[in-house]
C-alpha cells in the first residue's frame, strides 16, 4: 500500500495542479473565443478566424518542432543551467533564420488569398502586420516557456497562462461594455495575451538559467538531427491544421468562412486534454522504463480513443448545447457540428499517439513520407470529386484527411515497438 501511494501521490499531485491552474486558463481561452463567436457578427468573426487560422500556420513555420528537442536533448541534466541556456541560444539563432524566411512568404501569401474578399488593402496589411507581431511573440513564447517545463517551474509557467487568459477575458468584457467591440478589438486583446506571455516567460527564463547562452554548432546540429525526420510532417501539418479555413477562403464567401471558424471552435473542447501532452503525457511517456511501456501505451491510448469517441456520440445524439455554444447565427449547423467534433476527435487522438512517439523516439523518415503521401492523396481524391465552396464538404474533407494521418500514427506506433526508437546523435556538453 505505501509502495502504491508512493507511486501514485506525485502523479497525483501533478494532475491536480494541471487541471486546477490550466483547466482556469483554458475555461477562460474558451469563453474568450466563444463570446467572440457569439457577439461578433459574421464578416467580423470571419476576419478573427482568418487571423488566427493564418497564425497558427505561421506560429509552426517559424518552429517546426525545434522546441520539442529541449527537454530529451537535456535529459536528465536539468540542473545544468549553462547546457540548458545554450541550447536555447541556439534555438533563438534557428528561429531568427525561420522568421527571416517565413514572413516575406506570408506577406505574399496572406493577400492572395483572401484576394476574393471585400477586404480594403488597408485592412488586409493590418492583419498581416498583427499576425507578423504575434507569430514572432508566439515563439519567443515557446522557446523560454520550454525553459520553464524542463527546469521544472511549472507553477510559474501555469500562473502566466492563467493571468494571460483571465486578462484578456476581462478586456474583452470592459471593450464590450464600452461599445468599442469589432473585429480588430478582440484580435488586438488576443495579440496582447500572447505578447504577455511571451515576455514573462523571457523573465522568468532568464532568472532561473542566470547564465548567458553560447551559441553551438553541435548543438545546432542535434536540434536539426532530432528535428529532421518530422520536419517535412511539420511542414505539412502546419498548414493541414488549418486547411479547411484556408480552403473555404479561396473557394467561399464570408458567410462560409465565420461557419468554419465557428465550427472549428468546438474543437477546443479538447484543448485542456491535449495540453496535458507535452506536460504530463510527454515528460512521463520519456522516462518510462521499457519494462513497463507498452501496457501504459495501451492504456493511454484507450483512453484518448473513449474520450473521443464519447464526444463525437454526444455531439451526433444531442447536437443542441454545442451549438447553443456558438451562438443563434450558427443554430442550423446541426449536422456540420458533429463533422467538426468528429475531426477534432481524432485529431486529439492522434495528438496523444505523436507524443508518445515522440517521447520513446518511435521517430523514423517513414512514417512522415506515408503520412504526407496518403493524405495528400486523400485530399487529391476530394478536391476531384467534390465542390469545396460548401461548408460540410470542407469538414469531410478535414475528416478523411484527419483518418489518414491516424491511421499512419497507428501503424508507427506498431513498428516502434517491434523496430525499436531511432537511435540519435547528441551534442557534446
Not at 478573427?48 to 509552426?60: E, I, K, N
Not at 527571416?100 to 484576394?115: D, E, G, M, S
Not at 492563467?162 to 461594455?177: A, E, K, N, P, R
Request: some cysteine; hydrophobic content about 55%.
Amino acid at each position: 500500500m505505501q509502495k502504491w501511494k508512493a507511486f501514485l501521490a506525485p502523479k497525483l499531485r501533478r494532475i491536480a495542479e494541471f487541471f486546477g491552474s490550466q483547466g482556469i486558463t483554458t475555461a477562460g481561452n474558451l469563453i474568450y473565443g466563444f463570446l467572440c463567436v457569439r457577439l461578433l457578427p459574421i464578416s467580423g468573426y470571419a476576419k478573427f478566424a482568418v487571423v488566427f487560422g493564418f497564425l497558427g500556420t505561421l506560429t509552426v513555420l517559424m518552429d517546426i518542432g525545434f522546441t520539442k528537442t529541449l527537454l530529451p536533448l537535456v535529459g536528465e541534466r536539468v540542473n545544468d543551467c549553462q547546457l540548458i541556456a545554450d541550447y536555447v541560444a541556439s534555438l533563438r539563432q534557428l528561429a531568427h533564420w525561420l522568421y527571416a524566411a517565413v514572413a516575406p512568404l506570408l506577406i505574399i501569401v496572406f493577400p492572395l488569398a483572401v484576394h476574393r474578399q471585400p477586404w480594403s488593402w488597408q485592412t488586409v496589411a493590418a492583419m498581416v502586420s498583427i499576425i507578423l507581431v504575434a507569430g514572432w511573440m508566439a515563439r519567443v513564447s515557446g522557446i523560454y516557456g520550454a525553459v520553464l517545463i524542463v527546469r521544472r517551474d511549472r507553477p510559474v509557467w501555469y500562473r502566466v497562462q492563467m493571468i494571460s487568459s483571465l486578462g484578456t477575458l476581462f478586456l474583452l468584457g470592459v471593450v464590450w461594455y464600452v461599445h468599442w467591440l469589432n473585429a480588430f478589438s478582440c484580435i488586438l486583446i488576443n495579440v496582447a495575451g500572447i505578447v504577455f506571455c511571451g515576455t514573462a516567460y523571457y523573465i522568468r527564463a532568464q532568472r532561473l538559467l542566470g547564465v548567458k547562452g553560447n551559441v553551438s554548432r553541435e548543438k545546432r546540429k542535434a536540434i536539426v538531427h532530432l528535428t529532421l525526420p518530422t520536419i517535412p510532417n511539420t511542414i505539412f501539418y502546419a498548414f493541414q491544421g488549418q486547411i479547411a479555413l484556408f480552403l473555404i477562403t479561396l473557394f467561399g464567401g464570408i458567410g462560409g468562412i465565420a461557419a468554419v471558424g465557428a465550427l472549428s471552435r468546438l474543437s477546443r473542447l479538447f484543448v485542456l486534454f491535449s495540453q496535458m501532452n507535452p506536460l504530463l503525457l510527454e515528460p512521463y511517456f520519456a522516462s518510462l522504463p521499457k519494462a513497463r511501456l507498452k501496457r501504459n501505451y495501451l492504456v493511454a491510448v484507450a483512453l484518448a480513443g473513449s474520450f473521443g469517441a464519447a464526444v463525437t456520440i454526444l455531439s451526433r445524439l444531442f447536437p443542441g448545447p454545442f451549438l447553443w455554444i456558438l451562438g443563434p447565427q450558427y443554430a442550423g449547423f446541426r449536422f456540420e457540428a458533429f463533422l467538426a467534433i468528429s475531426a477534432a476527435s481524432m485529431g486529439y487522438i492522434n495528438g496523444v499517439l505523436w507524443t508518445v512517439h515522440s517521447a520513446r523516439k518511435f521517430v523514423y523518415w517513414w512514417n512522415n513520407l506515408a503520412n504526407m503521401s496518403l493524405t495528400l492523396l486523400v485530399q487529391a481524391i476530394f478536391i476531384w470529386k467534390t465542390n469545396l465552396s460548401s461548408v460540410d464538404s470542407v469538414l469531410l474533407f478535414n475528416i478523411a484527411a484527419t483518418g489518414a494521418s491516424l491511421t499512419v500514427s497507428l501503424l508507427c506506433g506498431y513498428y516502434g515497438f517491434t523496430r525499436g526508437p531511432r537511435e540519435l546523435v547528441r551534442a557534446s556538453a
